[in-house]
C-alpha cells in the first residue's frame, strides 16, 4: 500500500507550481521584451558574442528553475517515506504486543511511546492501543466488581501504565479519554503520573499507588480504592461518588471540587476536615465515628 502524502506536502507542491508560473510571468516574459527592443540596436559584429552571453544566462535560469523543483519534489519524497516508516514501526509495535514473551512486549510499549513523540497524528491512536492493551488483559469478570483472584505482578501492564502516566495530556483530543474501567489494576504503581480524565468507573484499585499523580477530572466512580495511596496527589474536580476508599491515605491530597457523594471514607489516613469541605456532596460521604465528630456532625 503506498504511503499518504500530507496535506502540507501537497499545499508545497501546489504553492511551488504557482510560484514558478508566477515567476515565468514576471521575470521571463518582461526580459524576452527588453531583449526584443535591445537587439536591433546591438552592432552586427557584437551580436555572437551577446547572443551567448544570453543564451548562458537563460540556462541559469533554467538551471536555477529545476533545482528549485527538484528540491520540491524530493521534501515530498522525503515526507512520504517518513510516514512510511512510523507506519511500519507502528505495525511492528503493535504485533510485538501480542508476543507471548513479557521482554518483547514490553519492547512494544515503549517503541510505541517513541512514536507517539516523533508523530502527532499517531500520538491518540497509540494511548487506545494501550490503554486497549491493559484492559485486555486485566479486564474483571462480568458482573463482578472485585477480582476474585490473587494479585500477581505483570511487568508488561506496569509498563504500559507507565507510559500513559507520562503522555502529554495537553494534546488528549476535546471530548475524549483513557478508559481503564472495570478492569483489575490492584497494587499498581501510578506513581508521578499524569491520569487527569482517566476513566477508572468500578475497577479494583486496591492498594494502587497514586502518590504525587495528577488526577484532575478523573473519574474513580463506583471504584474500589481501600488502602490506596494518594499522598500528595491533585483530585481536583475528581468524581469519586460511591467509591470505596476506606484505608486509604488522603495525606496531603488536594480534594478542591471532587465528589464524594456516598464515598466511604473510613479510617483514611491523613484527611482533614478542610480537606473534605473543600470537595463536593462531602456530606453524602460516609465517615468513621471519631471523624464525624471533627465535622461536628
Known sequence: MPPKISRSSKLISALAITATIALMGLIVYPVARDIQQSWSKIEAKDKPQVGINLLQAIATMAGGLAIFWNIVLTRRQLAATEQQHITDRFSKAVEQLGHQEKAVQIGGIYAL?????????????????????????????????????????????????????????????????????????????????????VRFIYSDLRGANFSKCILRETR???????????????????????????GANLTNAILK???????????????????????????????????????GS
Open 220 to 246: 474513580f466512580w463506583g471504584a474500589c480504592l481501600e488502602t490506596a495511596s494518594f499522598q500528595d496527589s491533585d483530585l481536583t474536580n475528581a468524581n469519586l461518588e460511591e467509591a470505596n476508599l476506606k
Open 113 to 197: 511511546e517513541r512514536i507517539s513523540q516523533d508523530s502527532r497524528r499517531d500520538y491518540w491512536a497509540i494511548m487506545e492501543v494501550l490503554s486497549a492493551f491493559v484492559r485486555d488483559r486485566r479486564a474483571l469478570p462480568p458482573h463482578i466488581f472485585l477480582a476474585p483472584n490473587s494479585v500477581s505482578f505483570d511487568r508488561a501492564i506496569q509498563s504500559a501504565i507507565v507510559v500513559l502516566g507520562r503522555r502529554e495530556a495537553e494534546h488528549d483530543p476535546p471530548n475524549r479519554a483513557i478508559y481503564l474501567s472495570y478492569t483489575d489494576l490492584r497494587q499498581v504503581a501510578f506513581f508521578k503520573g499524569n491520569f487527569s480524565r
Open 257 to 295: 471540587g471532587a465528589d464524594l457523594g456516598k464515598a466511604n471514607l473510613e479510617n483514611v489516613e491523613g484527611l482533614t476536615v478542610e480537606q473534605v469541605k473543600s470537595a463536593k456532596n462531602w456530606q453524602e460521604a460516609v465517615y468513621d465515628s471519631s471523624f464525624l465528630m471533627l465535622l
